[in-house]
């Protein structure tokens, strides 16, 4: 029960309104350490409540110890940094959700939104602050935060920021937050990078990792199947529509392959849509929101747009390209199997991108079993033209996603998130 963790009346009222009464392992372990305001890094699969696991506690520290000075003032107690919009919006959501019996104040900032507006919010008050890297410099900039107050800090879904390039960033706006402070880096994948980034920003932190190291999300089957790259999308728009599946989410690499992709479906009779950096932010919300409602059956996306996307009931998801860092796999796949419940995950992967099944394998420490479907088998006789292709650095994966790959650097700077 969430009252053995520690957590107030008012919050577990508010969790048993919402169903919510056992929690999960991450949660188990995480709360009492959040609460007693020790440093945290914690490790668990997609879809295991790792939100749960440090707004709660963090809440509940912001009823206890939250001064009046933190109210009708832009200077934040708590301060959750996310890579993407629609993280932060996940994230933001659940604040409000989780403290609508208490008086905490929450607020949003990310780019691609008004800034007049977010400035705005802040000025009403905030003691829980949920941003994006690029817009809170941003805001800093103009004098609308102050982060010289902030008691916790919060890296959610750190491996990701890091593969986005937000070092920077985030070197930046530690100079702007006090030395003292409580630190919690949360994630479903650890690598080295993120091992070495904790070093610098936790004291002595308690290590948390309720799952195997960078484990698949459970309950989840993955299946790949071997096709060729001509065949990828007749096989797609079969299995769809043989199957009858519903509230299909479907990856691809690049903006370009989303929104070709989502062309070809849409003529095949399946409502799609694809949602990429490239859209704008009222666009992508209400295509979100429509395949959360079951209105949009199939929906394309890019891993910069897709992360934060959380639906309880989705069932299936698909790699329709295999994505270049290996660690991109488990959070796609962990876009099903939420809360419990089980999920299929299919792969299609050409003689031409087997190379970047081998990392996503050594990451898994496991063998995904490759198929051939009948009526879509590779063609045997084709002539050899694949050649062994050098994985793509982080660096040149992220570039890619954001089409930014080509272009001279001076082009690339100031895209903020």
């Not at 490790?43 to 509940?60: D, H, M, N, S």
């Not at 994948?189 to 290590?207: G, R, W, Y």
Request: glycine share 8%; hydrophobic share 40%; net charge neutral.
């Amino acid at each position: 029960m969430f009252t053995e963790l520690g957590l107030n009346k008012a919050l577990v009222e508010t969790l048993a309104g919402r169903g919510y009464e056992q929690p999960t392992a991450v949660q188990q372990a995480a709360i009492p350490l959040v609460l007693d305001g020790r440093d945290v890094m914690a490790g668990a699969r997609t879809g295991t409540g790792k939100t749960a696991a440090f707004v709660l506690p963090l809440l509940q520290r912001l009823m206890t110890v939250k001064s009046s000075e933190h109210r009708n003032v832009n200077m934040p107690a708590v301060l959750i940094l996310t890579p993407t919009r629609e993280l932060a919006q996940q994230v933001f959501k659940s604040a409000q959700q989780y403290g609508a019996a208490t008086d905490v104040r929450s607020c949003l900032v990310y780019g691609g939104a008004s800034l007049n507006v977010q400035i705005a919010a802040l000025q009403d008050g905030v003691d829980l602050l949920v941003a994006t890297p690029g817009r809170l410099l941003d805001l800093i900039f103009k004098g609308a935060v102050d982060l010289s107050r902030v008691e916790s800090l919060v890296f959610d879904e750190a491996d990701r920021m890091l593969d986005m390039g937000f070092i920077g960033e985030i070197n930046q706006l530690l100079k702007k937050l006090p030395q003292q402070r409580q630190t919690l880096l949360f994630s479903a994948t650890f690598d080295d990078a993120i091992f070495k980034l904790s070093k610098t920003l936790l004291n002595d932190p308690e290590i948390l990792q309720v799952d195997t190291r960078n484990s698949a999300a459970e309950g989840v089957e993955q299946k790949v199947y071997e096709v060729d790259a001509d065949k990828k999308h007749p096989l797609l728009s079969y299995l769809i529509g043989s199957n009858n599946w519903q509230q299909v989410l479907v990856f691809t690499r690049t903006k370009q392959s989303a929104d070709f992709l989502a062309k070809e479906l849409t003529q095949d009779g399946l409502n799609t849509k694809a949602v990429h950096g490239d859209k704008s932010q009222g666009a992508r919300e209400r295509e979100l929101e429509a395949f959360r409602a079951g209105e949009i059956r199939v929906l394309v996306a890019t891993d910069v747009a897709a992360r934060g996307l959380d639906i309880d009931s989705l069932n299936y998801v698909i790699n329709y390209q295999l994505p270049y860092n290996a660690e991109d796999y488990i959070h796609r796949v962990g876009r099903t199997g939420r809360a419990g419940k089980e999920g299929l995950a299919v792969t299609l992967v050409s003689s031409e991108e087997l190379y970047l099944l081998e990392p996503i394998e050594t990451l898994l420490d496991e063998k995904l079993n490759q198929e051939w479907y009948p009526g879509f088998e590779p063609d045997l006789d084709k002539p050899a033209t694949e050649k062994k292709r050098r994985p793509m650095s982080k660096k040149e994966a992220r570039a890619e996603a954001l089409g930014l790959r080509g272009k001279p650097a001076n082009k690339r700077r100031g895209r903020r998130r």
